[in-house]
Nanobody, 122 residues
Framework: QVQLVESGGGLVQAGGSLRLSCAAS???????FGWFRQARGKEREFLAA????????YYLDSVKGRFTISRDNARNTVYLEMNNLKPDDTAVYYC????????????????WGQGTQVTVSS
């Protein structure tokens, strides 16, 4: 059983940065952690994932170079650093944990955080 608690969302101006955190408790070995977002009226969208045991990372092409996923072993925490934010990045951001290699799909994840709102003003 894995519990996930996100933090770090908020209101930021376009061009600004935010770092989201996802604190995990429970098993982490051989686990994928992913970040998704869901804008109002849209489907939940994959952004990035990291494989816990070797830190391999995977990204949606459109956020490569702006978003960075990382982990801190000692804190059992996964981060999403977001730079050069745009109004289109406004959404609720979720972290998730799962065991499947299809890291880009919501169905690969068994555990989800409660979500954190990110709002980017123009």
């Amino acid at each position: 059983q894995v519990q996930l608690v996100e933090s770090g969302g908020g209101l930021v101006q376009a061009g600004g940065s935010l770092r989201l955190s996802c604190a995990a408790s429970g098993g982490t070995f051989n686990t994928y952690f992913g970040w998704f977002r869901q804008a109002r009226g849209k489907e939940r969208e994959f952004l990035a994932a990291i494989r816990w045991f070797d830190s391999n990372t995977y990204y949606l092409d459109s956020v490569k170079g702006r978003f960075t996923i990382s982990r801190d072993n000692a804190r059992n925490t996964v981060y999403l650093e977001m730079n050069n934010l745009k109004p289109d990045d406004t959404a609720v951001y979720y972290c998730a944990a799962g065991y499947s290699r299809t890291y880009y799909s919501t169905t690969a994840y068994n555990y989800w955080g409660q979500g954190t709102q990110v709002t980017v003003s123009s």
